[in-house]
Nanobody, 125 residues
Framework: QVQLVESGGGSVQAGESLRLSCAAS????????MGWFRQAPGKEREAVAG????????YYAESVKGRFTIFTDNAKNTDYLQMNSLEPEDTAMYFC??????????????????WGQGTQVTVSS
């Protein structure tokens, strides 16, 4: 089992930045690939970004390319999502997720076994 705890969400104005964190604990060997997903009210959960924690190809959804950056600090078992130039369309609950190996791309929520509880991001215009 892997436990994931997100933090860093909040309410910001369009154009501002936020950094989300995802702290992992438990059976870390199951945390080989990390993903960030988001879900807005009435919409399906969608992939935002994904990263293999020991190096490899990083995935970004088209809607966030050039604005968001995913990275890891393996010494802290923590992953981050740096979100710049936020837009009202980025408003959603953001979740981090983990799985033992690298999934096919584009990454999908159903490929991930472990999930955090989510952190809310609200962007106003």
């Amino acid at each position: 089992q892997v436990q994931l705890v997100e933090s860093g969400g909040g309410s910001v104005q369009a154009g501002e930045s936020l950094r989300l964190s995802c702290a992992a604990s438990g059976y870390i060997a199951s945390r080989r690939y990390m993903g960030w997903f988001r879900q807005a009210p009435g919409k399906e959960r969608e992939a935002v970004a994904g990263i293999p924690i020991f190096g490899g190809s990083v995935y970004y959804a088209e809607s966030v390319k050039g604005r968001f950056t995913i990275f890891t600090d393996n010494a802290k078992n923590t992953d981050y999502l740096q979100m710049n130039s936020l837009e009202p369309e980025d408003t959603a609950m953001y979740f981090c997720a983990a799985r033992p190996g690298t999934p096919a791309q584009p990454i999908r929520a159903y490929d991930f076994q472990y999930w955090g509880q989510g952190t809310q991001v609200t962007v106003s215009s």
